[in-house]
């Protein structure tokens, strides 16, 4: 980690990062991603109350805080700096609150290496790209959830991210918009952050919204986001 980075303005994107120093334990994601791993965690978190009848929405909320420990600093690292942590699976391990609650990331990998070319979106991010598919793919497994609403959910975060950013820095966010708004990815494949998030103009002014549910709706007491789909 480099603390210089995290200063001033761009301070909230490394809110996530471990100090070199943090005492806390932490564990490596494919150790975090085990089904036995899981649901423990979740059962800490939601209680029985909800685990495991409701285990679609709690892993789509679960990866809420995933996203927003991964992406916001890996992303500003990138366009702010050109550089990025590596990202396999085993090189990345996170900390947990008392509840249970992702409350920090450490990347394990040796250093941090430059990210690719600017200009070509889909390889300066292919390390987080890569990360996001295998850690969707268990969550969409696990937890019986359709990938579109965890590609939503990393969405959501990325144009966050990319919006917060936009009001601190003049950095080029090109890259990172193009992330979302290219149907496919430059070897024909679909690219799925594409149009996650969409504003749309309603009767009372722009409204953001998402282009997938993340099920939140379907729990009483978590309720329905501001941003959903469903909303009339």
Known sequence: MRPEWWVGSLARFGESLLADDDPRPVIAVPELLLPETLDQ???????????????????????????????????????????????????????????????GVRFLGAGIFRAGERGDPFERFSPLLDHLQQVIEVLSTYGGVAPGVLWGNAGDYLETCLTQLAQVSDVSLLDGYALLNERTRPEGGRNRLFGTITYIETPTGIRRQRRSCCLSHRVEWVGRCEHCPLNE
Do not use: C, N, T
């Open 41 to 103: 965690l979740l059962m800490r978190v939601y209680g029985p109350e909800l685990m495991p009848s409701q285990l679609p929405v709690l892993v789509s909320q679960w990866s809420k805080y995933y996203f927003m420990q991964i992406i916001p600093p890996v992303v500003v690292a990138a366009l702010v700096h050109d550089a990025h942590w590596p990202l396999s699976l085993d090189q990345v391990a996170l900390a947990l609150d008392e509840r249970g609650v992702l409350d």
